[in-house]
């Protein structure tokens, strides 16, 4: 019998820890997802290089894991569950592959920036798997690597790995050269009724996080504000079914 999994959010504590039992990486290499996007990635790294050539990605927003703004930089064709059509126009066969996968959440370019490193840091929360692929990897460990649960693991072309991103992780890029790779969250198997329920609670919180961003006064907030902010995100499930429930 499964252990039912206690879902994880990570809301405006910035300390947060998750600390689960599953593995620092999982193979992803049979999962439908992953191999329709290996057999198309020559298409879309081609979709990649041709917006970079009148394009710029963009920071990613939580500037405080990077030394510099401009380290880490993302383009993302779709954000927990919503699609951002405005640049998906500009990748038109990546986006078609993302409409043909639904458990596909989150899918995103990501450039690290050479000499850069992201600091260690947790994800949103544990109802996902988060997936990256090879695009352009300029060296191997320990030039150019990610560490999760104290493992470190490499990037190479076109292969993919997963990890639960509610687990602590960090990545570097000690390289004179970009480092590239494909980003995407999938709704883990044994959570999928709860796909809705998760990406909503997720979006809440990134929405706090970002207005914690603009008024960090708010974090000094009385525990009874702190707590009914948590008591709002925490609404009982079956008040939140509709959110659960695949259509």
Not at 40 to 54: A, H, P, R, T
Not at 74 to 87: C, E, N, Q
Not at 228 to 243: H, M, Q, T
Request: aromatic share 12%; glycine share 4%; with cysteine.
């Amino acid at each position: 019998m499964k252990q039912k999994i206690q879902l994880w959010f990570n809301d405006l504590d910035p300390t947060a820890k998750y600390f689960g039992d599953e593995p620092p990486i999982i193979n992803v290499d049979n999962y439908p997802e992953v191999i329709d996007i290996k057999k198309n990635l020559g298409i879309l790294y081609d979709e990649l290089k041709q917006f970079l050539l009148v394009n710029e990605m963009d920071p990613y927003f939580n500037t405080s894991l990077v030394n510099n703004e401009k380290d880490w930089k993302t383009i993302g064709l779709k954000v927990w569950g919503i699609p951002l059509r405005k640049k998906a126009k500009k990748f038109p066969l990546t986006n078609a592959l993302l409409k043909q996968h639904t458990s596909i959440l989150t899918f995103s370019f990501n450039k690290l920036e050479p000499h850069s490193v992201i600091k260690p840091h947790s994800g949103d929360c544990n109802g996902t798997i988060r997936i990256h692929i090879g695009l352009d990897v300029p060296e191997a460990l320990p030039m150019c690597g990610f560490k999760v649960k104290g493992v470190e693991q490499p990037w190479e072309n076109g292969e993919a790995f997963g990890f639960i991103d509610a687990f602590e992780h960090e990545s570097w890029n000690r390289t004179s050269s970009p480092r590239y790779i494909i980003l995407l969250d999938i709704i883990r198997p044994e959570l999928k009724k709860w796909k809705n329920y998760i990406c909503f609670r997720v979006l809440m919180s990134l929405l706090l996080q970002k207005i914690v961003y603009v008024f960090p006064f708010l974090l000094k907030s009385p525990d009874w504000f702190k707590k009914s902010i948590f008591v709002l995100l925490g609404l009982p499930k079956y008040i939140l079914s509709i959110f659960s429930s695949e259509k």
